[in-house]
């Protein structure tokens, strides 16, 4: 399972319409319905009930949403973290002085 198929899945399940997912994801229909399809067969359970040409979530799906929307957050707030990091806006800075400099010098200007 790839961060990929856990954020088409969401927003499929978001919009119960693959086509509309599709295009708020600036990817093909047969895109989605291919990667919803994978993650069906690789854990052999269905996450939607399709009715015609309508889809909806099923049992499975909407806990199943539950955890994948858990597991993208974090990935988002990770996504996040490495931005800030290279960013220069978290992290931590070392600074290394003689004890005059770290005394009397830095102290004002650090301030």
Same mark, same amino acid.
């Given at each position: 399972?790839? =961060?990929? &198929?856990?954020?088409?899945?969401?927003?499929?399940?978001?919009? &119960?319409?693959?086509?509309?997912?599709?295009?708020?994801?600036?990817?093909? #229909? !047969?895109?989605?319905?291919?990667?919803?399809?994978?993650? @069906? @067969?690789?854990?052999?359970? &269905?996450?939607?009930?399709?009715?015609?040409?309508?889809?909806?979530?099923? @049992?499975?799906?909407?806990?199943?949403?539950?955890?994948?929307?858990?597991?993208?957050?974090?990935?988002?707030?990770?996504?996040?973290?490495?931005?800030?990091?290279?960013?220069?806006?978290?992290?931590? =800075?070392?600074?290394?002085? !003689?004890?005059?400099?770290?005394?009397?010098?830095? #102290? #004002?200007? =650090?301030?």
């Amino acid at each position: 399972m790839t =961060l990929e &198929q856990l954020r088409i899945f969401a927003e499929v399940a978001r919009q &119960q319409h693959l086509t509309r997912a599709a295009e708020s994801l600036h990817l093909t #229909p !047969s895109a989605v319905s291919a990667a919803i399809k994978a993650l @069906e @067969e690789r854990y052999a359970t &269905q996450l939607f009930n399709r009715i015609g040409r309508r889809i909806e979530l099923n @049992e499975t799906g909407r806990i199943f949403l539950h955890e994948a929307e858990a597991v993208l957050a974090r990935a988002q707030a990770a996504e996040l973290t490495l931005t800030e990091i290279t960013g220069l806006q978290r992290g931590s =800075l070392h600074i290394y002085a !003689s004890q005059t400099t770290a005394s009397y010098w830095l #102290p #004002p200007l =650090l301030a």
